[in-house]
């Protein structure tokens, strides 16, 4: 990194004295760096740590400024006493509306000190990043949540609706306990509010660390997979018949292959390329702005499918991931299966994909079957100007010129059981990443130290706006 730094210096013939220039510092800052270090600090991987005991900490330091008992606690499912969470609020004065809830998981994914060139659950600050476990996905937001609350509560801040805080666990395992999908089923009323912030989109990058564009993640497609399953009696190799179950999954596949599903829009994705036209401009732009007006516009679509991304995100998609089949090399197969992977544009139900699987394959003796648990349905979430502007406002203010650009996102966060129960839930961490990626999930996961402190004083600003409008 100090090598980059010095060459694009040279390049640019700026010095380094430009990058500090740049670099502003916030109030309470050493404060937030030690938050944020506890929680690096505190191991919450499922295998050897222990969310609890995050959430206590997190929960003894609102405790520490003023929040009582019954308004900053820890909850735990008696069952998994490792995997428990953290809530806390600051009532409104108003109940006009519900308010706002800021969501962070506290859990992270598996590191091991011997992989990493640095201990993954020490804070390291060099060459202007964080690393450890954590310092991309998520304990930064969790630290800006539980700092602003802090902040708030000190200033006397008195929002007009309430802020509310959930730190919760089990967002990176898969069948363990996950408490956003807890509290969402069993104590909705802790965590209920007009929306909620949650992780999911970001600010870009550059290779040379210039801002390109600020993310909003407005929705998430829908994860489910499919087996699809053909048989046949089988038989002796030497005597091989026309029927035959590996030729046809190879004629239900290229059905698959072929299976376009059509152009759809909600908020996200219509603002994300209304805006996408107007960046890239010439015949990628124009066909932006015609596949807006005309979902149905052929040529439009063409043009702008050839990015994989873009394709995808403009309707649901499926594909074949995994296929096994045959019993022996001797041996007319007898059975073959297939995981066919769809990611479902929000609103649009498991079983109508099903349907159109089916339909798309036309062979009644293959079976298209869901692969249990069947996801759950979100709602398709609104994107009105009274949550876009004034992050649009505040964006200007710190980082002028940079757009701020609606996603439909293919991931899965927490967001999925919120918004599901009725609490529209929103990605934005307002965190600048690298071009190069934080290795988030990977190996000496990092985070630029200006990303973390400008992102943390923005959501301060940006809540408070939005508790008190
Ligand atoms: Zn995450």
Same mark, same amino acid.
């Given at each position: 990194?100090?090598?980059?730094?010095?060459?694009?210096?040279?390049?640019?013939?700026?010095?380094?004295?430009?990058?500090?220039?740049?670099?502003?510092?916030?109030?309470?800052?050493?404060?937030?760096?030690?938050?944020?270090?506890?929680?690096?600090?505190? %191991?919450?991987?499922?295998?050897?740590?222990?969310?609890?005991?995050?959430?206590?900490?997190?929960?003894?330091?609102?405790?520490?400024?003023?929040?009582?008992?019954?308004?900053?606690?820890?909850?735990?499912?008696?069952?998994?006493?490792?995997?428990?969470?953290?809530?806390?609020?600051?009532?409104?004065?108003?109940?006009?509306?519900?308010?706002?809830?800021?969501?962070?998981?506290?859990?992270?994914?598996?590191?091991?000190?011997?992989?990493?060139?640095?201990?993954?659950?020490?804070?390291?600050?060099?060459?202007?990043?964080?690393?450890?476990?954590?310092?991309?996905?998520?304990?930064?937001?969790?630290?800006?949540?539980?700092?602003?609350?802090?902040?708030?509560?000190?200033?006397?801040?008195?929002?007009?609706?309430?802020?509310?805080?959930?730190?919760?666990?089990?967002?990176?395992?898969?069948?363990?306990?996950?408490?956003?999908?807890?509290?969402?089923? %069993?104590?909705?009323?802790?965590?209920?509010?007009?929306?909620?912030?949650?992780?999911?989109?970001?600010?870009?990058?550059?290779?040379?660390?210039?801002?390109?564009?600020?993310?909003?993640?407005?929705?998430?497609?829908?994860?489910?997979?499919?087996?699809?399953?053909?048989?046949?009696?089988?038989?002796?190799?030497?005597?091989?018949?026309?029927?035959?179950?590996?030729?046809?999954?190879?004629?239900?596949?290229?059905?698959?292959?072929?299976?376009?599903?059509?152009?759809?829009?909600?908020?996200?994705?219509?603002?994300?390329?209304?805006?996408?036209?107007?960046?890239?401009?010439?015949?990628?732009?124009?066909?932006?702005?015609?596949?807006?007006? %005309?979902?149905?516009?052929?040529?439009?679509?063409?043009?702008?499918?050839?990015?994989?991304?873009?394709?995808?995100?403009?309707?649901?998609?499926?594909?074949?991931?995994?296929?096994?089949?045959?019993?022996?090399?001797?041996?007319?197969?007898?059975?073959?299966?297939?995981?066919?992977?769809?990611?479902?544009?929000?609103?649009?139900?498991?079983?109508?994909?099903?349907?159109?699987?089916?339909?798309?394959?036309?062979?009644?003796?293959?079976?298209?079957?869901?692969?249990?648990?069947?996801?759950?349905?979100?709602?398709?979430?609104?994107?009105?100007?009274?949550?876009?502007?004034?992050?649009?406002?505040?964006?200007?203010?710190?980082?002028?010129?940079?757009?701020?650009?609606?996603?439909?996102?293919?991931?899965?966060?927490?967001?999925?059981?919120?918004?599901?129960?009725?609490?529209?839930?929103?990605?934005?961490?307002?965190?600048?990443?690298?071009?190069?990626?934080?290795?988030?999930?990977?190996?000496?996961?990092?985070?630029?130290?200006?990303?973390?402190?400008?992102?943390?004083?923005?959501?301060?600003?940006?809540?408070?706006?939005?508790?008190?409008?």
């Amino acid at each position: 990194m100090k090598k980059f730094l010095l060459s694009s210096a040279i390049i640019l013939g700026l010095g380094f004295s430009a990058t500090s220039a740049m670099a502003q510092s916030y109030p309470g800052e050493a404060r937030f760096r030690e938050i944020f270090k506890e929680l690096i600090e505190t %191991n919450t991987t499922y295998s050897s740590g222990n969310c609890t005991i995050a959430a206590q900490k997190m929960v003894d330091r609102l405790h520490s400024v003023g929040f009582s008992d019954k308004d900053a606690f820890v909850f735990t499912n008696p069952d998994f006493p490792k995997e428990g969470g953290a809530i806390a609020v600051i009532k409104g004065t108003s109940k006009a509306k519900k308010g706002i809830l800021l969501m962070a998981h506290l859990d992270v994914v598996e590191a091991k000190r011997e992989d990493w060139t640095r201990d993954p659950f020490t804070l390291y600050e060099e060459d202007g990043f964080f690393y450890g476990r954590g310092v991309s996905d998520m304990k930064n937001i969790a630290a800006y949540w539980v700092d602003n609350m802090m902040r708030y509560k000190e200033e006397g801040f008195k929002p007009k609706y309430d802020i509310k805080l959930a730190l919760t666990c089990g967002e990176e395992t898969t069948g363990a306990f996950n408490g956003a999908q807890w509290l969402s089923k %069993n104590h909705k009323d802790w965590i209920d509010a007009d929306f909620a912030l949650n992780e999911g989109a970001g600010g870009s990058l550059d290779e040379n660390g210039n801002r390109i564009s600020l993310s909003v993640q407005g929705a998430q497609k829908v994860y489910q997979d499919f087996t699809i399953t053909t048989t046949n009696p089988g038989g002796h190799s030497s005597v091989p018949k026309p029927e035959n179950a590996i030729y046809d999954m190879a004629d239900a596949m290229k059905a698959v292959q072929k299976l376009e599903f059509p152009v759809m829009f909600n908020d996200a994705n219509r603002e994300y390329f209304t805006r996408m036209a107007k960046i890239k401009g010439g015949e990628v732009g124009a066909a932006m702005e015609a596949i807006v007006k %005309n979902p149905n516009d052929k040529a439009a679509d063409a043009i702008i499918s050839k990015d994989n991304a873009w394709h995808s995100m403009l309707r649901t998609t499926c594909v074949a991931t995994m296929i096994n089949g045959g019993h022996a090399l001797n041996a007319l197969p007898q059975s073959v299966h297939t995981n066919v992977n769809c990611r479902i544009f929000p609103g649009v139900s498991v079983d109508s994909v099903q349907a159109d699987l089916e339909k798309a394959i036309n062979n009644p003796n293959v079976k298209v079957a869901i692969v249990e648990p069947r996801s759950i349905a979100t709602p398709t979430p609104k994107m009105g100007k009274e949550f876009l502007e004034p992050i649009e406002k505040l964006a200007d203010k710190y980082w002028k010129g940079v757009p701020v650009i609606p996603v439909l996102s293919t991931g899965a966060t927490d967001g999925i059981y919120t918004s599901a129960a009725g609490i529209p839930t929103y990605g934005f961490s307002a965190t600048f990443s690298e071009a190069s990626g934080n290795y988030a999930h990977g190996l000496n996961e990092r985070m630029r130290v200006r990303s973390l402190m400008e992102a943390r004083q923005f959501q301060y600003e940006l809540v408070k706006y939005y508790a008190t409008h």
